[in-house]
């Protein structure tokens, strides 16, 4: 994936401070695909407060240098895209809250955002969702993690899927054999859950993982 400026010129309406905090935000997007939180661009400057960051990036947002890609509703530091850099080739998909990987919880299909992928996935059958628990741990899943999910019902033991049991929703791989279906987590001091509902149903299936250094 290639990152092409946009705008030469963009850096001459700026003030030193905010021509700074906007290169560090370029960078930590080129490196990682999302913007930096608030909190870790007052830790790189050695601000303060964190109203000083709030307050460049309100300007930056005013001056055309960053963009948000989150909902209307998001004030979160990731939510911005520097519009300096534009994703050649690079689809954006929703993310619609998080996942439990852990017991199943109670989840909502709401929108909190996008996340750039890579072109190898169809925005269109895939989303993400943000992991919360350490019942994945053993084979890499971690909280904090975003899966991403292709949408499907159709999936074979081994995989590791994005259930629905009973109105609640969890990562777990899938197994089925001759004592039935089961959501088995990759955490050694966690037991699998055996399917005996039938509130039960497969809402896709995970096919990749950005994470957050």
């Given at each position: ?8 010129k963009l ?9 700074e905090?906007l ?27 964190v109203?000083?960051?709030?307050d ?26 520097p ?39 169809n ?14 741990v ?7 993690d ?5 949408r499907?019902q ?23 054999d ?21 509130n ?14």
């Open positions: 994936m290639v990152l092409v400026s946009s705008n030469k850096p001459s309406l700026l003030t030193e401070q905010q021509a905090v290169h560090y935000i370029e960078h930590v997007f080129q490196e990682q695909g999302y913007a930096p939180s608030y909190r870790e661009i007052q830790n790189h400057f050695g601000y303060k407060s109203g000083t960051v709030q460049h990036v309100r300007a930056l947002i005013q001056k055309g240098a960053l963009e948000k890609s989150f909902s209307k509703h998001s004030k979160k530091a990731r939510a911005l895209v519009k300096n850099l534009s994703r050649q080739g690079s689809p954006r998909i929703p993310i619609y809250g998080e996942i439990a990987a852990g017991g199943p919880r109670e989840s909502y299909a709401t929108e909190l955002g996008s996340l750039v992928v890579s072109e190898e996935y925005p269109a059958e895939t989303f993400a969702l943000r992991v919360v628990g350490t019942s994945m053993d084979i890499g899943i971690f909280e904090g975003y899966v991403i999910v292709a499907t159709k999936v074979k033991s081994g995989d590791i899927v994005v259930a629905l049991l009973d109105g609640e929703t969890t990562v777990k791989k899938y197994r089925k001759k004592t039935g279906v089961w959501l088995v987590p990759e955490n050694s001091n966690l037991k699998p859950i055996q399917v005996t509902s039938e039960f149903q497969i809402q896709g299936r995970v096919v990749g993982l950005q994470r957050k250094y």
